[in-house]
């Protein structure tokens, strides 16, 4: 069982940045795919980017080239660099993590976060 913190949300006008870091304990992260969904007020809970164990990363269109993922094994930690950011971004971001699935598609990670504000003014 691993537990997932997330932290570094905030508030910020659009065209920042912020850095969310995701820290677990209970397990160590290497054998994990790790992620980051978000979810908006009267939204769906919908993928921005994935890692799978290798390192190889996914994201979803409407943060390519903005966002980027990256873990830190030896630190048990995940991160999310967000640049450019756009009031469309505004959601509460979550952590998750699994042994198995590795996609951004449906969120169906085993464990999550509990979430951190993210709110962009334009």
């Known amino acids: 069982q691993v537990r997932l913190v997330e932290s570094g949300g905030g508030s910020v006008q659009a065209g920042g940045s912020l850095r969310l870091s995701c820290a677990a304990s209970?397990?160590?992260?290497?054998?994990?795919?790790l992620g980051w969904f978000r979810q908006a007020p009267g939204k769906e809970r919908e993928g921005v980017a994935a890692?799978?164990?290798?390192?190889?990363?996914y994201y979803a269109n409407s943060v390519k080239g903005r966002f980027t993922i990256s873990r830190d094994n030896a630190r048990n930690t995940l991160y999310l660099q967000m640049n450019e950011l756009k009031a469309d971004d505004t959601a509460t971001y979550y952590c998750?993590?699994?042994?198995?699935?590795?996609?951004?598609?449906?969120?169906?990670?085993?464990?999550w976060g509990q979430g951190t504000q993210v709110t962009v003014s334009s």
């Open positions: 890692i799978h164990r290798d390192g190889t990363s």
């Open positions: 209970g397990d160590t992260i290497g054998a994990y795919c």
């Open positions: 998750t993590a699994d042994r198995v699935y590795c996609s951004t598609g449906y969120p169906l990670f085993d464990w």
